[in-house]
């Protein structure tokens, strides 16, 4: 019987390393060693956050995308078209805007149901855009997320939950940004990292006051603790 809570967490800004850049390797052992489901919750493509499954040794419990893709371990549910999206960037494009990640655009390769659009392009006339389209976008502090208003990673999270049979009232979330809001307000307990913005400060039950990974890495101490 297990004696952690079930996890959500978030990965860029909350698993990575105190400056901000790449998984720090400290999470690998409390998350392997972690006595329950541990979700995947990120606004990262698909292949993103399976591979991190893959090389923590976890099975592969995943809502990418910012809700778009959920992935429950032996189906994979898409729940967004990336079309809209794609009509959007073409009418940003058209503007004389870019997307901002070059001509291999490694970010949005394999993304199937939202864009993202770096944070040094035009925000307004990608949202004035984004809404003639039936689109919003998010700011995540990584990127510019294109996507549909009617998924969100909390309700990945709870579609993840009723398949596996995960009480979110007993699950705890990590998170760092505005896309973690709906994630925080499916679970019982909720931690925002002190690198947090302000959407997901506010919405958390506690702030931390270590950032990135070194603020995730108490929470999982302190509630394995039981503090």
Known sequence: MATDPPLVLDIDGTLTRPAGWGIDPRIFDPLHEWDAPVVIATGKAFPYPIALCHFLAL????????????YTGDAV???????RAESVVESYRDAGYDLGWGPDDTVNRW????LAISREQPLEPLREAATAHGLEVIDTGYAYHLKDPTVSKGEGV???????????STAVAVGDSINDVSTFEVVGRSFAVANAD??????????????????????????????
Do not use: M
């Open 111 to 114: 993304r199937e149901t939202e």
């Open 59 to 70: 099975p592969e419990l995943v809502v990418a995308e910012n809700g778009g893709i959920v």
């Open 158 to 168: 709870k579609t993840v939950a009723e398949t596996v049979g995960i009480d979110l």
């Open 77 to 83: 549910s898409v729940t967004a078209d990336r079309e």
């Open 198 to 227: 302000a959407a997901a400060s506010e919405a958390a039950d506690e702030v931390l006051e270590a950032a990135h990974a070194d603020g995730t890495l108490a929470a999982l101490e302190r509630v394995r603790g039981g503090v």
